[in-house]
């Protein structure tokens, strides 16, 4: 069975950083797709980035391209990393990972399969 466990969301000031990451288990995910999305409340789910298990493959959403975030995967401890960084009050939100049993699952939340229970991310202006 699948578990996506999400840690390191917290309180922080805006410009400032935090990593969050997830650890997966359950089975071999070297050929899953992994992702970060996050959601408001009263807003849907929406993509901040992914990237396959190999790490040959990364998409971000524009909001958090240009260096703010950075996603990667350590195989070794098979866990997901975002690093978060210049962080704005519009970044708040619940963070969630995500698995795809695809190689590549791009953007859309209905291609994952897998979800982490969310970790909550808010930045105070």
């Known amino acids: 069975q699948v578990q996506l466990v999400e840690s390191g969301g917290g309180l922080v000031q805006a410009g400032g950083s935090l990593r969050l990451a997830c650890a997966a288990s359950g089975r071999t995910f070297r050929n899953y797709a992994m992702a970060w999305f996050r959601q408001t409340p009263g807003k849907e789910r929406e993509f901040v980035a992914t990237?396959?298990?190999?790490?040959?493959?990364?998409?971000y959403a524009d909001s958090v391209k240009g260096g703010r975030f950075t996603i990667s995967t350590d195989n070794a401890k098979n866990t997901l990393y975002l690093q978060m960084n210049s962080l704005k009050p519009e970044d708040t939100a619940v963070y969630y990972c995500a698995a795809s049993s695809s190689y590549w699952a791009g953007k859309s939340v209905g291609l994952y399969h897998y979800w982490g229970q969310g970790t909550q991310v808010t930045v105070s202006s």
């Open positions: 990237i396959t298990w190999s790490g040959d493959r990364i998409s």
